[in-house]
C-alpha cells in the first residue's frame, strides 16, 4: 500500500530515510519522524483498533498520548508490549503492531456481532442478571471477551534506571508558555528544568515560520543560559506532596528503556496546554472522525491528511483556525456544521464557496469502517424537533467540542477545579502553594498571551525561591478556553430517535444512553455514574471523555455545571511501566543479603546457605554424601561431644554508656540490670509497654557505666531504634548513649566440651580455668594475638566461649580456627544445628516460641518479676485480669514419648480429644540425637499446671500422642555448662 | 415492588421499551426530623446495618447518613478480596459467617455482586512462612474451615505467570488456599444493600454530613448535620476511616489510628489467573478484576493520614514486590493508583460494640480488611442497635477487651494487609 | 513524598523519617498508680485528630534524632520542627 494520504511536501518528518512497519500483517511504510499513528494515517488505515464492549470499528480520534481507540501491541518475545497508544509510538524500521482485542484483526472483528445485541446490554446489566445459578457459569466467558492486551510472556529484556533531582524552578509543558517561562526563570540564575512528552521543543501548536524562528532563539537562550535542564520525550505522571513529582522518561536509542525521575522542586510552572474535546453526536465513533486539532497536528508536523473531503463539526471558534491550511494540502471543506445558531466573527473568515451551517447538529454519520457522509438538522437549545436532515457526503470529520485545561498534576496536587461555566471547562481557580499556572493551561488563547504569562510566572518562579528578581505574577481570570463557545454536551431528539448512540467514552462504548439510564436508576452523583457505566475509567483515564461525561449528566439530570468538582484524578497523569517504577533493585538488588563478613571461608567449606533475617548464613556444612538431615545431626552431636564454631555475627550489639546506663537497662529488661557487678553476664527479656515479650539477649557489664547489650540478629535493628526512642522521647534526663555496633564486631562461638583446649591452643593471655572465668562472665584479652572480647554465654548448653573481635578481621580469624595448631579441628555448626541445640536447652526463640501475646509471666518468668523492684517497661500490663487469669498459652515442652518422627511446626494441641477446640500450638521441634527421640516445645494454654497431662498433636487431620513436660530436655541442673 | 426485581427477564423487558421504565435503585428522600434508628455513614457496612435492622429486627424508620455519596469511602476503593481464613476462633467465626453471607448474597438481595470464588493463595516462601502457614492451616481447619497446602506444580497451573524460579531472592515454596476466597465488585456490594435497604423502607441521605452529637441524661438523642438535626436514640457508627472523628464528637477517644492504604491498577488485560495472589513476606497482593485489570494492593503509608491518597514510595515498593513475584508484568503499565483512609487499632481487630455514650454502637477498626466483613458487620451492628446488647459473634471485640489486656492480635497471623 | 523539616539536618525526603506517634502522648511516670482503664487509655486511645497535631517523628536513616513536626493529616504538610524538650515523661492527658 502506498502512502496515498501522505502530501508530498511539508511536515517535519525525514523523507530521506523511509521506514517499513507492519500492522495486523499489512507491510506498510512511513518516514523517520512519524509515529505509528501519523503512518498508518498516511497509508490509509482508518480501522486501527476495537471498543471494549460492542467491538465496533474505531480510527485515530488524537494525536497525542489521550488517544482512546488506537491500542496495539508491538514487539516481540521480550519486548511484546501490550496497550500502547499509536501514538505515542515513534515509528522504527521493522515495527511489528497488531490490533488488540480483535479476532480475526481489527478490519473484521467477529465479536463486533455483540452490537447486535447493545440493547440487551446497558450499564450494569451483569448486576441485574447472571445470578441463577451463579455468576461463575458466566463469568469465564464475560472475561474472556474483557480486557485489552496480552500480558508479555517473556522476561523483560529491557532495564530502567531512576535519578533524583532538586531544582528551583521546574517547568512542565515546552510550548510557547513554558518555554517562556524556562527562558526567564534559567535567566535569573535559578536551576530549571524544563520537561516535555513530546519529543521537542514547541508544544503542539502549529508551527509558521516566525513561531518557529522563535522556538529557535529562545531554545538557544536557554541553552546559553547554561541553567537548564530540559527533558523531551519525558512526562510528568505524578505529583505529590512537598512539591514532589515523578516523571518517566522514554530513552531513545540504546541503554536502559526508561529513566523515572524522582523531582523536587521549589517553584512550579504548570504549562501543560489544554486538550479538544470530541463532540457528541449520533455516530461519533465512526473510523473517520477526528479532533480537529489532531487533524491539524497530523496535517502539519507529518504531512497526513485524514481526507479528501472533510466537513468540519465544532460548537467554537478554534476549529476555524487551521481551514486555510486544509486548501493548502489539497482538501476540500464541504462545509462547516456550527452548532451555534451564531457562529460570530469566525465564521466571517470561511473561504468563499465553503457551506455553513449555523444553529445545526449532525444527527447521523454514514459509513461502516469509514466515513460516507453526515446528516445533519438544525436545533433549538441542543434538540433537534424536525425528522427532515441535509445530507452532505464527505470522506472525515473533523469535531472541536471546546477545550479543557489540562489539570491533572494541579489536580493531584491538591487543586480544586470548579466548572467555570465562562470558558465551558473545568479551571484551578486557587493554583497549589509554588505553583504557577500559565498558557492554554490557564486559558491563554493566543500565542502572545502565552510568552507574557510565562515569562512572568518564570520570574515569579524563580524570586519564590529567593533569587533577587522584581517579579510579580498575576494570574489572570481564567478567559474563554480557546475561542466563544457554546456547549451542546449531545444531539437530543424531540421525538423517538433518542436512542441514536452517541458515544462519550470511546473505548469503554459508554454512550449518552448508559448515562440517561445511569440517572434513571439514581447512580445520578457524578461518582456513581462513572462507577456504573465506567465512564472515564479506561486507559485513556477519561482524558477526552471525561469532561463530556459530566455535561452529559448535568444536562440529563437538569443540574447546572457551575461550581461543580470534577471527579478524582489520580495518578499517574499517563500510564507508566511497572519496570520504571521498580528500577533497577531488582532481581539480585531486591532486599540484597546481607553477608557475613567471613562468608567466603563459610562457602569454601560447603556451606548450604539460607535467609535468616535479611543475612544470607550457613544452613549447615555438608560433608560428601551426607543428607542435610545427617549432617545437622553431625554437627549436633560434635557440639555435644567434641567442639564446634559458630558464626554468630549478625547477634545485635548495642553499646549503652553512661552515668544512668544501668537505671536505662533496668527500666527497659525485666531483669534486674543494676545489680550485675562489672564484667558479669545476665540474660534478660523485654518487653513492649502491653507486656508483650519483644526481644531477648544476654547483657554484659563492661564497666560501671558501660553495658554491652545484645539482641536477637532479626531484631538488631529494631531493637536498636526502640531503645534509641525510649532515650530520646521517654527518659530524656537519664545520662545514657547508644551506640549500635552489630557490624563492627564479628562474633563465633566456640561451643563443647572441647572448647577451652581448642582456644588454649590457639593461644590467648586470658585465663580460661573455670574458676577464674566462671559461666556467664565476660573478659578482654588475645586470642591468636587478635585483641579480642569473650562472653561465656552459652546458647548451645555445653561450655561456650564467644569471641568476639573487629569485623575486618573476621575472614582471618575464622581460619585460623579452621587450621588450629593442635590438630583438634573444630566442626563448623549451622543454624539448623543450633536450632536442635537450643531447643534440646529448651531455650525459647523470641518469634518463634513467643507470638504477639506472650508475656514473661508465660516463659515462667514469676519469680524474677516478682522480686524486680520499681517499674519496668510492660510491667503495669502484666498486672491485668487477662495477663493473670487462667488460659494464656505458656510455654512447654513436649514428651513424645520414643516417637521416631517429629511433629510439624505450626501443628496444633488439641488436649484429649481428637478433633476439639484448639489449645496450642507446637513453636519448635526437632530430632534430637543426643536423646535419640523426637523432642519438641509448645505454646498451650494453662501450660504451666499441665506437667504430665497427655495431650494430641494435631495437624491437617494427622495426630500424635504428647505429653506435657517441663522444659528443658537435656541436664536441667546445668551440669554441662558449669565445667 | 415486584417490578423492581431484577432477572434475565425484566432486562428483556426494559430493552424492550429502551430502557425508560427501570425504577431508582434508591430513593434520594429529605431527612425527617425523627427516626427509631440513625446509622452514620453509608458505606457497605452502613447500608447493609440499615438493610439487617429493617428486614430481620423490624426496625420502621431508619435513616442511613452519608456525608457525599453511598460507597464512596472504603467501600469503593479496596480491592474486593473476600475470604475467611482468619487465625482466631473469633476473628474465624466472624469472617466465615460474613463469607457465607457472601456466597448468598447475590440471590438474598436480587442484585448480582459477582463474587468469584476462585481462591485465596497465600505464597509461602521459606521454612518460617511455612510453619506460620501450617499454624493458620491447622487454626482454621480447627475451626471448620478448609485450607489446603498446595505445591508449585499446582500453583504453576493456578497462576501460571508466577515466577516459580529457585533462585529468585524471595523463592515461592507452595502456598495455602483457600478454595472459597476470592473476590467481589465492591461497588455492586454497595449499591445491593443500598437498594434493598431502600426497598425495606430505608431512607439513604446522601450529601449529609454529621457535624455534632447530640446527648441527654439517657445518653445519645440524635445528631446534628448538614441537613438539620435529625433526633434517634439508637445510632450506629459506621464509618471507617473517620471513626476518631465521629468519637470526637461524641466527645470520647478510640484505639484508632487513621491511614492511608493504597492500591492500584494496570490496564485491562486478557484473562491470567483467576485468583487472589498475596505474599505476606514481601507485602503486596494481586487479583485479575473482570475488566481485565490487575487489582494491586499495598500496605498502609508510614503516616496517620486522613488525606485519601497515598505515597510514592509505597507504591514503588508494592510494584517492586509484584515484578519480584511476575517478572512479566515488567512492561505493563499502572493505570490508576488510589488510597483510602482506614481505622488501624493496636491488634488489627475490628472495635464492635458499645462506646462511653449510652446509645452509640460502634462498628469501626476494621482497618485494612473491612470489605470482607460487610454482611456479617452490618448484621452485628443491626442486631447490637435493635436488641441493645452486642451478638455473640460481635461480643469478643468489644471496646473493654483494650483496658482487659485481652487482644485478639491478627497482625502476627495476617502479615500482609488485606 | 513528603518533605519533611529535620530540625537539624533540613528537609529531607519522607522516607528517612519514621513516625512515632502523638507528641503529647508521654508515658507516665507512675504507671503502677493507674487504673486498668487510665493505663489502656495512655497505651491505647489516641486523638486521631483530622487536621494539623503534632507527632514525634525520628530521622532514623540521617542523623537519628527524634523530634516533633507538625503535621496535617488531611493535607500532609509538615512543618515546624522542635526538638523535644528532654525529659518528656509526664502524666497522660
Known sequence: MSQKFRLVKGGRIDRSRPLRFSFDGMQLSGFAGDTLASALLANGVRVVGRSFKYHRPRGLLAAGPEEPNAFVEVGHAGRRTPNQRATEIPLSDGLCARSENTWPSARFDLLSLLGGIHRLLPPGFYHKTFKWPAWSWYEPLIRRIAGIGRAPSAIDSDWYVQRHLHCDVLVIGAGPAGLSAAVAA???????????????????????????????????????????????????????????????????????????????????????????????????????????????????????????????????????????????????????????????????????????????????????????????????????????????????????????????LAAQAGAALDFDLASVAFVARTPPQGWYIVGSANGATTLEQCQEQGASAGLAGAAACGINVHAQFASPPPQPTAAPIAPIWFVEFSDGRRHRRQWVDYLYDVTVTDIRIAARENYAHVEHMKRYTAAGMAPDQGKTGQINAHGVLASITGRSLDGTRITTLRPPYRPMTLGVIAGYETGSLYHAYRLLPAHEVHRRHDAQFDEYGGWQRPAFYRCSGESDAEAIMREVLAARNEVVVFDGSPLGKIEVVGRDAGTFLNRIYVNNMTTLAVDKIRYGVMLDDNGTICDDGVVIRLADTHYLVNSTSARATTTYRRLEMLKQCVWGDLDVRLIPVTEQWATFAISGPGARALIRAMGTDIDLDPAAFPHMTHREGLVADIQVRVARVSFTGEVSYEISLRSSLAYDFLELLLRSKSGRVPTLLGIEALGVLRTEKGYLHVGSDTDGATSPLDIGMVGIIAKKKGDFLGRRSLERRHSQQSGRRQLVGLDLGAMRKTVPVGAHIVGDGLKGPSIGVVTSSCWSPTLNRSIAMALIEDGHTRNGQSVTVWSEGRTWPAAVCLLPFLDPAGARLNV | MAENRY?????????????????????????????????????????????????????????????????????????????????????????????????????????????????????????????????????????????????????????????????????????????????????????????????????????????????????????????????ARRVGISVAGNSGVLAGLAGFHLPIESSALQAMVTEPLKPLFDSVVSSGRIHVYVSQSDRGELVIGAGTDMHPSYAQRGDFAVTRETIRALTELFPIFSRLRLMRQWSGTVDITPDRSPLLGACPLPGVVLNCGWGTGGFKAIPTAGFLLAHHLAVGSPHELAAPFNLSRFSEGRLIDESAAAGVAH | MLSIPCPWCGSRDEREFSFGGEADRNRPRAPELLDDEAWANYLFARRNLCGAARYRVCHSTGCGMWFSLQFDTRTHAAVEPRPLDGNEEGETP
Open chain 1, 186 to 408: 534559567a535567566g535569573t540564575g535559578s536551576d530549571t528544568v524544563l520537561i516535555d512528552e513530546r519529543d521537542g521543543i514547541g508544544g503542539s501548536q502549529p508551527w509558521d515560520a516566525g513561531v518557529a524562528g522563535w522556538i529557535k532563539i529562545m531554545t538557544e537562550r536557554l541553552a546559553s543560559s547554561g541553567r537548564c535542564l530540559t527533558l523531551t520525550n519525558t512526562c510528568v505522571t505524578g505529583a505529590y506532596e512537598g512539591q514532589g513529582f515523578t516523571a518517566v522518561e522514554n530513552i531513545i536509542g540504546d541503554g536502559p528503556r526508561q529513566r523515572l525521575w524522582h523531582i523536587r522542586a521549589k517553584s512550579v510552572v504548570l504549562a501543560s496546554g489544554a486538550l479538544e474535546r470530541p463532540l457528541v453526536f449520533p455516530d461519533n465513533d465512526r473510523p473517520g472522525i477526528m479532533l480537529a486539532s489532531a487533524a491539524r497536528e497530523y496535517r502539519e508536523r507529518y504531512a497526513v491528511i485524514m481526507g479528501r473531503r472533510v466537513v468540519i463539526v465544532t460548537n467554537n471558534d478554534s476549529a476555524y483556525a487551521g481551514i486555510d491550511g486544509l486548501a493548502e494540502a489539497g482538501v476540500t471543506l464541504v462545509g462547516v456544521i456550527d452548532t451555534r445558531p451564531d457562529p460570530g466573527p469566525a465564521a466571517g473568515t470561511l473561504p468563499y464557496g465553503v457551506r455553513l451551517m449555523s444553529g445545526s447538529v449532525p444527527v447521523a454519520v454514514g459509513g461502516l469502517n469509514g466515513c460516507s457522509g453526515i446528516r445533519f438538522a438544525p436545533h433549538v437549545d441542543g434538540c433537534v424537533t424536525t425528522r427532515s436532515s441535509t445530507h452532505l457526503s464527505c470522506d472525515a470529520i473533523l469535531i472541536s467540542g471546546g477545550w479543557s485545561p489540562n489539570l491533572h
Open chain 2, 7 to 231: 432477572s434475565i427477564w425484566s432486562l428483556l423487558r426494559n430493552a424492550w421499551s429502551f430502557h425508560e421504565n427501570w425504577q431508582a435503585a434508591w430513593r434520594s428522600p429529605a431527612p425527617a426530623s425523627e427516626y427509631d434508628a440513625v446509622i452514620v455513614g453509608g458505606g457497605g457496612h452502613g447500608l447493609a446495618a440499615a438493610y439487617y435492622l429493617a428486614k430481620e429486627f423490624a426496625i420502621r424508620r431508619i435513616a442511613v447518613l452519608e456525608r457525599g455519596w453511598i460507597g464512596g469511602g472504603n467501600s469503593g476503593r479496596n480491592t474486593q478480596v473476600v475470604r475467611s481464613n482468619y487465625y482466631y476462633p473469633e476473628s474465624a467465626r466472624l469472617y466465615e459467617d460474613s463469607l457465607r453471607r457472601y456466597e448468598t448474597m447475590g440471590r438474598d438481595l436480587g442484585f448480582n455482586v459477582m463474587l468469584r470464588q476462585s481462591g485465596h493463595v497465600r505464597l509461602i516462601h521459606d521454612a518460617h512462612d511455612l510453619e506460620a502457614a501450617r499454624n493458620a492451616a491447622n487454626a482454621a481447619l480447627l475451626s471448620g474451615i478448609a485450607a489446603e497446602f498446595i505445591g508449585n506444580d499446582e500453583l504453576q497451573r493456578m497462576v501460571p505467570c508466577l515466577n516459580l524460579s529457585p533462585t529468585c531472592r524471595f523463592p515461592v515454596q507452595g502456598a495455602l488456599v483457600q478454595r472459597r476466597g476470592g473476590i467481589a465488585r465492591h461497588d455492586a456490594v454497595v449499591w445491593a444493600y443500598a437498594r434493598a435497604a431502600d426497598m425495606a423502607g430505608v431512607d439513604i441521605i446522601q450529601q449529609c454530613e454529621v457535624t455534632g452529637i447530640l446527648r441527654d441524661g439517657n445518653g445519645v438523642c440524635g445528631v446534628e448535620t448538614t441537613q438539620g438535626t435529625i433526633r
